[in-house]
């Protein structure tokens, strides 16, 4: 899509949370757009900011940005950070951008699970009336697919020591790098991901016993150092 659709009476709204089937779901979408000839947009809502998101978030992420992509989807809507009912969310978004159709899955996710309990459904009818929905029966996820791989993010500092890239967590003297390290669970040592946002694009590494092995991710930083050292 990412162009002016040949009916502009109907759009499309898929609304995906973490977890295996924002991909079905996805492709669910496309299928109706395309049968109606209808622009779609994808959107996923969190109440944490982007820059904490876990490595499987960002991995989904990621992921639904490069099926967007080849979809040639009319917009891809990340709302991070948001404290608001995610009633209300999908209301803001539908009324912008005119939708006429949502699609949730029903299942997707332990979270969109409890969502849909109770009167999540009733709630979301009565907020945004001006719509059809449409709730997708999926797959529900197995144990080892909810495992997740990381502790909880926690602060974090790279910096050069000897030549080597080092993970630390207390705020050093010397110029540094500051972002979130997410450790394996299950192990003794440093091992995990370190996520930081350097000149508004975001980074993100392996670290082995708190040090970076493959340094080519790490962007050239020397000036942001000199600069600091001034």
Known sequence: MKHIKGRMDESILVCVYYGLNGERLIRRGHKMATMLDCPLYIMTVDAMPFEEFNPEKTGYIKEWEQLAEELEVEQFIIKDNEKRPIQKVIR????????????VGQSAQSRWEEIMRGSFLNVLLKEVPFVDFHIVSVKRPTEEEEFDMYERGVRAYLVERDGQHTVVFTCPDQPTLEGIFFKEIGTDFDNGIFKFTYKAKMYEVQVVEGRIIDTKNIPPYEKLRKKTLA
């Open 92 to 103: 803001e978004v539908a009324a912008n951008l005119d939708i006429t159709q949502i699609i």
